[in-house]
């Protein structure tokens, strides 16, 4: 199967040399390789990568965002804020005069207010709200961080000033609010749709304030975005920005090599690197704030013995998954956290490949013959570029000390939706940081709370680990944050809900003629500020 892929790109190659088929063609429209459909159109609905790359920083903004260059947060909808000294009150003064999309249904009447901002949390937090069960119906980040049980209110104070008030304190509130799932809704457009019974259209025909507005969508197909020329910020620097769903990294290979993509999204490890020596497509790479972990669902026997799991993290050789899946873009996860957190151990335990200590435990807990299934998405992810490869290798590990496993994989969208039904042994996934705090980390994957939300896949709840995470979480002292981190490590340790696999860089392709991309170390991708030139050879 490789060599064959090899062989193709590399014809591929040289049908990329022999020709140039952008040469011409008009530098006002983007076309992007997309690895998959969106889940929502609304950030708010879903934790999927996929999902953010395609909507959250193209429709939408929030109220601020996180540069990493300046290493603070910056003004977006709010010009500033400010925050009492308990860490339960966050005030907000929003920007003046920034519009909303308009579509065939509406035309907004009013630029953004606090009515905006109430709207777009309180359809969160209260249950009967009318549209607390539109689209997904779901909230999985802020249910899995257990924001929306400490958000007691979100109040308009005047029409450009908004308070949130939490029950506790939530150092970790900023940050939660400066990600890529906070964005800021149209209360007007809901209002209209909703006395029209017509509250579906609210995510099929989404209305935001971003550099794009929504055009259309073609399930499988495609997305269309349109320049929306009224943006608060910078207008986008192409007119039209096109989507190109295509869940195979080969054929997106082809496609960026063809012209039909301008950009082209998660390339496996070895296409990017036979791509090298391309003249026409560059690769364009970053460390990323991610982990890829193999997840055991906890509540299904004998994988409620801890001991069942940390003899399954010793079996597997995470060096040779590295190596075969990564290359030189990933690296062995020794935590759950990435070496770019300033929360990672600074000893971390470099937990070896030990298939006699894991044939002991399994000994020890009286287990033999066990047969278990290993669910993987059949895309690739920024964390994992190659996951059903990565669960080949896992099965031979595990075949090698007498656990078979068999290897299940559906479309992205079909995959999650299964995991929701829990009718799986173990699932290999992993997480990206939405934000530079640790607890997005924590809380997101292995809370409580995120057993509900459908992102601790281990289905584990632990209250010694839960005390800690809400102990660093009331907490501004980073060395005390760093020592109650470091604890809660020592309990995965022992529990072993997940076993860490890797940490990968972020991944993209474009031709040369394509400029101004920049990815962050979180969030999802921004393509308002690139644009192509005309190819001159």
């Given at each position: ?471 660093a979480a009331k907490s501004n002292d980073k060395q005390l944050r760093y020592q109650l981190y470091l604890q809660a490590h020592q309990i995965l340790e022992q529990q072993k809900p997940m076993s860490y696999i890797g940490h990968g860089e972020r991944l993209l392709l474009s ?27």
């Amino acid at each position: 199967m490789l060599a064959m892929r090899q062989l193709l790109v590399s014809s591929l190659l040289i049908i990329l040399a022999a020709c140039s088929p952008q040469s011409g063609q008009s530098p006002s429209g983007l076309v992007y390789c997309l690895e998959g459909n969106p889940e929502a159109f609304n950030p708010q609905q879903t934790t999927s990568g996929t999902t953010l790359d395609a909507t959250a920083l193209h429709l939408y903004n929030s109220l601020l965002s996180y540069s990493p260059k300046e290493a603070a947060f910056v003004p977006e909808l709010a010009t500033h804020w400010q925050i009492n000294a308990s860490l339960t009150e966050y005030v907000f003064h929003l920007r003046d005069d920034v519009k909303f999309h308009h579509n065939e249904l509406f035309t907004p009447s009013r630029t953004v207010n606090a009515d905006d901002v109430v709207f777009s949390f309180q359809r969160m937090i209260d249950n009967n709200h009318p549209f607390y069960n539109e689209g997904l119906g779901q909230y999985p980040f802020f249910q899995g961080l257990g924001i929306l049980q400490n958000l007691i209110d979100v109040e308009a104070l005047s029409p450009q000033q908004v308070k949130f008030t939490l029950a506790q304190p939530d150092v970790t509130f900023l940050s939660n609010l400066a990600s890529a799932f906070a964005v800021i809704l149209s209360k007007e457009y809901a209002d209209l749709l909703q006395q029209q019974n017509n509250i579906m259209a609210f995510s099929q025909m989404p209305i935001g304030t971003g550099p794009y507005r929504f055009i259309e969508y073609n399930k499988n197909q495609f997305i269309r975005y349109q320049r929306h020329d009224n943006y608060f910020k910078t207008v986008a620097s192409t007119k039209h920005l096109v989507f190109d769903i295509t869940p195979n990294s080969t054929r997106r290979l082809a496609k960026l090599v063809s012209g039909d993509c301008d950009l082209s999204a998660l390339p496996q490890a070895r296409e990017a690197k036979l791509l090298e020596t391309s003249k026409k497509v560059k690769t364009v790479n970053r460390p990323d704030l991610n982990v890829a972990f193999w997840s055991f669902n906890t509540e299904r026997p004998p994988l409620d013995n801890p001991k069942v799991r940390q003899a399954l993290d010793l079996a597997i050789n995470k060096k040779a998954i590295i190596d075969s899946v990564y290359g030189k873009t990933g690296q062995i996860a020794y935590s759950l956290l990435p070496p770019l957190s300033w929360a990672h151990p600074k000893t971390a335990p470099t937990q070896s490949f030990d298939p006699i200590t894991a044939k002991a435990l399994l000994t020890e807990a009286g287990i033999d013959n066990l047969n278990i299934n290993i669910w993987v998405p059949n895309v690739a992810r920024a964390y994992n570029p190659n996951a059903y490869r990565t669960a080949e290798l896992i099965t031979q590990d595990l075949a090698k000390i007498g656990i078979q496993a068999q290897i299940v994989s559906y479309d992205w969208s079909v995959f999650l939706g299964k995991l929701n039904e829990g009718n799986y042994d173990t699932a290999l996934l992993g997480w990206s940081a939405d934000n530079a705090d640790p607890d997005n980390f924590f809380s997101s994957t292995l809370s409580c709370a995120a057993i509900a939300s459908g992102n601790n896949r281990s289905k584990w709840c632990h209250l010694a680990f839960e005390k800690l995470l809400q102990q660093a979480a009331k907490s501004n002292d980073k060395q005390l944050r760093y020592q109650l981190y470091l604890q809660a490590h020592q309990i995965l340790e022992q529990q072993k809900p997940m076993s860490y696999i890797g940490h990968g860089e972020r991944l993209l392709l474009s031709h040369k003629n394509v400029h101004g991309l920049e990815i962050d170390s979180f969030s999802g991708i921004s393509l308002d500020k690139v644009f192509k030139t005309r190819d001159q050879d």
